[in-house]
């Protein structure tokens, strides 16, 4: 299957402080990518589409100020979260697709201070 | 968008069980996938069916597109089961998958 990673797996920041997250798709392109959150015990909840050379497009409720994507080329999407608070701390979930089937990354554990 | 709906929520089965985990969709899906969320949380893909019958060793899929629902089979399960069972559905290839609540599965020695 398609391998997508994900970099840091672990942060902690200040409050204030951004912090930028990247997801690579790494045997395959992708066009498009997508970036979820996962709050502890719950489900995953779709943030954004982030689509290659052009913007993402971000799901109602979601501060695409705050939660800055960048998908600069087929292999590498980042997401930025700027001015982090505690509230923002959560596990963030990269995805690609190989076609129709979506993989994922490993997550990034984010704790804001 | 579409609503998924799993159940159960929770699942504890002993050892060596057999168990049977579901998915409903709200609206048709044309794609469909199972997950184990192991306890680092990474998601490991299972299967991707959006339609028929798959088997991949203990464990097996069957989705029934007309009526909307997946379910996912568990046999002779082992401790390594344990985890949290996701399906995802889109209505199309490129689409954002949407997440059920998923079912937590425990499974004692």
């Known amino acids: 299957g398609a391998v997508v990673s994900q970099h840091p797996s672990r942060v902690i920041c200040k409050s204030g402080t951004s912090v930028k997250i990247e997801c690579r798709s790494l045997d395959f392109q992708a066009t498009t990518m997508f970036w979820y959150r996962q709050f502890p015990k719950q489900s995953l909840m779709l943030m954004a589409t982030s689509n290659e050379g052009s913007k993402a497009t971000y799901e109602q409720g979601v501060e695409k100020d705050k939660f800055l994507i960048n998908h600069a080329s087929l292999t590498l999407s980042t997401l930025t979260v700027t001015s982090a608070h505690p509230e923002d701390s959560s596990f963030y979930i990269c995805s690609a697709g190989m076609g129709a089937e979506k993989y994922f990354g490993p997550g990034t554990r984010l704790t804001v201070t | 968008g579409i609503q998924v709906e799993q159940s159960p929520p929770d699942l504890i089965l002993q050892e060596g069980a057999n168990s049977t985990l579901r998915c409903n969709f709200s609206?048709?899906?044309?794609?469909l996938q199972w997950f184990h969320q192991n306890p680092w949380g990474q998601l490991i893909n299972l299967f991707y069916?959006?339609?028929g019958t798959k088997q991949n060793g203990r464990l097996s899929a069957t989705t029934v597109a007309t009526e909307r629902y997946s379910l996912l089979y568990i046999s002779s399960s082992q401790t390594t089961d344990s985890g949290v069972y996701f399906c995802a559905g889109s209505q199309a290839a490129g689409n954002k998958l949407t997440f059920g609540g998923g079912t937590r599965v425990l499974v004692k020695p």
């Open positions: 069916i959006p339609s």
């Open positions: 609206d048709s899906v044309n794609n």
